[in-house]
């Protein structure tokens, strides 16, 4: 279904308001990529290379933390360190740093710096400090599906660093291969859009990618909310005035089976989802579902906090 029709008077009023908030958007400079050196991790990173070529960001930075007594790579072709002293394991994650990045450089353009950064921490907490030192734009980490055990290994840490970071954080499945962000789908809610949207990390990427923008609202709700539904759309339709989104709702229905459909039919490239604290993040990453968005979608899933 198509979106809502906007009047002129109030498009015009509220672009006015809104669009003074978001009229200067820098590019995406820096990306950081957390690495355990599985091979879900490393899809991630040429995954990661691929979109900084696409969206001119100049640094990616790869990042592996240890701890002491425990094995710092995932990759069985690696040695594991055990309980080996804390200078031991150091050595080991700096030397797997650089023999992924020596992996990497040919899928890099000379545009593209890559550094390593190998630290004693835990992973969620360092990536939270590194954003901060290095100014990091968006992160990349991979996510592997189709098992529990699996998921309960990086993917748990992959949610986790989505759930507590206000940067940016980039899903990539297990078995996604990259291609150009064209389509993008914006899962919403519309619920006070204007206090709940990032729309800069949005508009930057629409922006620099010139994809096109789908909003999808899988209605569960009841037919008192439509007035307000509609002009929530009317809201968030100004707040990405020139990104000319396409609107479309889903009949009532399981959010994650809905969204899958959607990706499929319209051939989407990326979702977006904002996890609110109630409800949205839930209904993706919840361990009772049998296809949870973030594990078994073959389309990367970018989480934005508001």
């Known amino acids: 279904m198509q979106g809502f029709f906007i009047a002129d008077e109030y498009h015009s009023f509220y672009s006015s308001v809104f669009l003074t908030l978001v009229n200067k958007l820098s590019n995406m400079k820096t990306i950081l990529v957390p690495t355990d050196f599985s091979a879900t991790a490393k899809n991630a990173a040429r995954f990661a290379i691929e979109l900084a070529k696409q969206i001119q960001a100049q640094k ?14 995932a990759d069985p072709m690696i040695p594991a360190l055990g309980a080996l002293d804390l200078e031991a394991i150091k050595e080991g994650s700096s030397e797997a740093l650089d023999n992924f990045k020596a992996e990497l450089i040919d899928y890099a353009n000379e545009s593209i710096t890559l550094e390593t950064v190998s630290e004693f921490a835990l992973l969620t907490d360092g990536i939270i400090e590194l954003a ?38 980039l899903i990539i499945p ?20 204007v ?18 923008l789908f909003v999808l609202h899988v209605d569960n709700s009841s037919k008192e909310r439509l007035p ?50 109630h409800g949205l993040f839930d209904n993706i ?22």
């Open 285 to 306: 990453f919840k361990r009772s579902h049998t296809k949870m968005l973030a594990f078994h979608s073959h389309v990367p899933l970018m989480v934005i906090h508001d």
């Open 132 to 169: 901060k030192t290095q100014k990091v734009d968006l992160i990349v980490m991979g996510i592997t599906g189709g098992g529990a055990l699996q998921e309960n290994l990086f993917g748990s840490n992959t949610i986790n660093v989505a759930k507590h970071i206000n940067i940016p954080v």
């Open 228 to 277: 307000d539904i509609k002009f929530e759309s009317l809201m968030l339709d100004t707040l990405f005035a020139g990104n000319h989104p396409e609107y479309h709702f889903a009949d009532k229905g399981d959010f994650t089976e809905r969204i899958n459909e959607f990706v499929v039919e319209k051939e989407i490239d990326l979702i977006i989802t904002i996890p609110k604290k």
């Open 195 to 212: 206090e709940s949207t990032p729309v800069k990390p949005i508009r930057q990427l629409l922006d620099l990618t010139n994809a096109k």
């Open 60 to 73: 990616i930075i790869l990042y592996n933390t240890y701890q002491s007594g425990f094995s710092v790579v």
């Open 174 to 193: 297990q078995n996604a291969t990259f291609t150009k962000f064209d389509k993008v789908l914006f899962a919403c809610d519309f619920d006070k859009v």
